[in-house]
């Protein structure tokens, strides 16, 4: 959780309970494609934490891979782990310390809980802090649980008229709204979107947010190119996983802006979809690195170099939160279409979820209710 604790409670946790009014229930990956709701021991509330009672909870794609591979890159699951990470909740305890939120909030949680002494913290660039610790990414337990224990600080108060699901939605639309600032899309932006999965959808939503006047998105995926239109792609394109495609497609996405590419925000990250962005992308352009699909790529790095073609990358994301939420509250970005599934919390349920969330297709953004 995101106080810190850690696999060692595991033992402790599924012994926990006993003399409790309610018994803090949590989903546990305990093994490859094995989750079990079991007893979840919090920690003692600090001076500046806050005890959430959880609402709203999706699964995102890393907590899939997880389960399957109890593994990401160098991040692996030794002990039983609680998953989940993007949620949110209602107040039910503060410390001494927290005066700005007061029991019976509405919050959203971020959920990294950097060291903040760190040359990376102190910079402001706190996503890169080497001593994260982050829900549900080993050893640290995540929130799909009846209650967890967070800073308060990473709490952020939803307004009236902002789900508590669209609360859990923060999370996901905040790599979207960082890949944006990364990039710098604005009002004048031409912007491409390579890959229309959540996360690619919601880095969709963030362009036009921040006022990029054309969004072109390509998939694979008929369906999902038909919610991005819905959700106001200016245009898609239909690609394929075939390498030799690549030229005569991106012909054809160039076609479909119309005008130059400035930005390209590969959402996917395989060879192919950072080849597609590299070379669509106009001279002095910027590709974005959003999605982790491949750690080692083939890359046309000497024509983009000629064109002088920036690229960067993004993990994860920091400060944003509130921009997140502003732009719910103002109606500028709507992610209510992007929750396909829905699910109480119970084991079934949770294997179900699981299940659907894994399969893909009509499925986008499958939440928890608990």
């Known amino acids: 959780m995101g106080k810190g604790a850690q696999g060692s409670d595991a033992a402790a946790a599924a012994a926990a309970g006993a003399g409790e009014v309610e018994e803090n229930m949590a989903a546990w990956l305990v093994a490859k494609n094995t989750l079990k709701i079991m007893p979840f021991k919090l920690p003692p509330l600090g001076p500046h934490d806050v005890r959430v009672r959880m609402k709203a909870v999706g699964i995102c794609g890393s907590d899939v891979h997880y389960l399957r591979e109890m593994r990401i890159a160098h991040f692996v699951v030794k002990e039983p782990m609680v998953i989940g990470h993007e949620c949110a909740g209602v107040i039910k305890e503060v410390g001494a310390g927290v005066t700005h939120l007061s029991v019976g909030d509405r919050v959203a949680l971020e959920p990294g809980v950097s060291c903040w002494r760190c040359r990376h913290c102190k910079g402001g660039r706190y996503n890169l802090c080497s001593d994260m610790k982050f829900f549900a990414t080993p050893p640290v337990h995540g929130s799909l649980a009846n209650q967890v224990v967070h800073p308060g600080d990473l709490c952020f108060k939803l307004p009236d008229g902002v789900t508590l699901e669209e609360g859990a939605m923060c999370e996901p639309l905040s790599v979207g709204v960082h890949a944006c600032r990364r990039a710098g899309v604005g009002p004048e932006t031409g912007v491409l979107v390579v ?176």
């Open 195 to 370: 890959g229309a999965g959540p996360i690619g959808l919601v880095t969709l939503l963030a362009a036009r947010a921040f006022g990029a006047p054309r969004v072109v998105i390509v998939d694979v995926d008929d369906h999902r190119l038909s919610v991005a239109t819905a959700l106001g792609a200016a245009a898609t394109v239909k690609v394929s996983t075939r390498d030799e495609d690549l030229d005569a497609e991106v012909l054809r996405i160039q076609a479909a802006m119309g005008s130059d590419i400035d930005v390209s925000l590969d959402c996917a990250g395989f060879s192919k979809t950072m080849s597609t962005a590299l070379e669509a992308t106009r001279a002095g352009g910027k590709v974005c690195l959003v999605g982790m699909g491949h750690n080692e790529m083939t890359l046309p790095m000497t024509s983009a170099a000629a064109r002088e073609v920036d690229v960067v990358g993004v993990f994860r994301y920091k400060d944003t939160w509130p921009l997140c939420i502003d732009f719910l509250r103002s109606g500028k970005v709507d992610v209510k279409p992007l929750i396909t599934h829905r699910f109480g919390f119970s084991q079934r349920d949770v294997e179900e979820a699981f299940e659907v969330s894994a399969r893909g297709r009509d499925a986008i953004k499958v939440m928890f209710n608990l």
